[in-house]
């Protein structure tokens, strides 16, 4: 029998004699015994299927030293979600174990119940370069007398754009704007946290978040994923009755042709000079020297206005 069970991990120091060690090798044996034991262990130890049994005939179960940020590795993510979910199966029996993750917070929550413009995207939106006032959404926020709410970050992908609409508190009558990035970023996530990587910085990465092949970036397939995650999006923003534009700022290969025959979809590349296969030449620069200025901002914002008042496109996805 287990009567105290130590869980902590495999690199944890035990300095108890009175302790006994189990593993995947004596874990039957020590529950088949009569006499009651303490034991401490590792989720490494006791090998993924041996977690239920282990906790399932423990009298207590005892977690020490486990950081749930640094603890759990790509290696073993898997095994630790086994021994949680395992912990909250037997609340009763487990001490010093609480999960307090949360998802990945939205950028900006609703303001008030008027009509708002939310903004979407990713550097550009942001305004990186740029001061605040010179952004795009905040000029098209002044133009169409609308208060505006960003869910924009640098570096952020189409999916987690799709994410923060999704989640957010848009009401009908509301107008939203997104400004599309390019496809080739994917999402990683460190400590509970996730966030966009692009292909400049994907090489740059741990070799244990590199998930993807090289191939897989502008492919089929992520263009694929990515024009899911659009459709969802103009879904949900039909369903609700809140006007949505979508507005090309940086793919120059398949999204335009893909997205074509929505009627709210206006492609600000064009017009813009390409150098090589994949820069956007802006007709001037922040102060980042990378990013758009504010004269490509004033632009983009009075197309986009102009855009939105002309109104009847064509026909929709």
């Not at 108890?16 to 874990?27: A, C, G």
């Not at 993750?101 to 995207?121: M, N």
């Not at 741990?206 to 103009?234: A, C, G, H, K, P």
Request: aromatic share 10%.
């Amino acid at each position: 029998m287990i009567n105290k069970l130590y869980i902590s991990t495999v690199e944890h120091n035990w300095n108890n004699p009175e302790s006994t060690p189990v593993d995947y090798r004596n874990l039957d044996r020590l529950i088949a015994q009569s006499d009651a034991v303490d034991c401490y262990t590792s989720v490494e130890d006791l090998t993924c299927k041996n977690i239920s049994l282990a906790c399932k005939h423990a009298e207590e179960i005892i977690l020490v030293d486990v950081d749930q940020d640094i603890a759990v590795t790509n290696a073993n993510c898997f095994a630790y979600g086994r021994l949680f979910n395992e912990l909250l199966r037997h609340p009763d029996k487990v001490k010093n174990f609480s999960w307090t993750r949360s998802v990945d917070q939205l950028e900006q929550d609703r303001t008030g119940e008027d009509p708002l413009l939310w903004t979407v995207g990713c550097s550009i939106t942001y305004g990186t370069g740029v001061d605040p006032q010179e952004r795009w959404g905040t000029r098209l926020a002044d133009q169409l007398n609308l208060q505006e709410v960003s869910l924009s970050k640098s570096g952020t992908s189409i999916s987690w754009a799709a994410d923060q609409i999704l989640r957010s508190d848009i009401q009908a009558g509301d107008t939203v704007v997104w400004g599309l990035t390019n496809v080739s970023r994917v999402e990683i996530s460190e400590n509970w946290t996730t966030k966009s990587v692009p292909i400049s910085q994907y090489t740059k990465l741990s070799t244990d978040y590199q998930y993807w092949n090289l191939d897989y970036f502008e492919s089929q397939t992520q263009v694929m994923t990515s024009l899911r995650s659009i459709l969802q999006v103009i879904n949900f923003c039909k369903k609700i009755q809140a006007q949505l534009y979508i507005v090309n700022l940086m793919d120059i290969a398949w999204l335009g042709v893909m997205l074509s025959s929505f009627k709210n979809y206006i492609d600000l590349t064009q017009g813009l000079s390409v150098i090589g296969d994949e820069i956007i030449q802006f007709v001037d620069l922040g102060s980042d020297g990378n990013h758009p200025g504010p004269e490509q901002h004033r632009q983009y914002a009075e197309k986009i206005f102009n855009f939105i008042k002309e109104g009847n496109h064509g026909q929709a996805i």
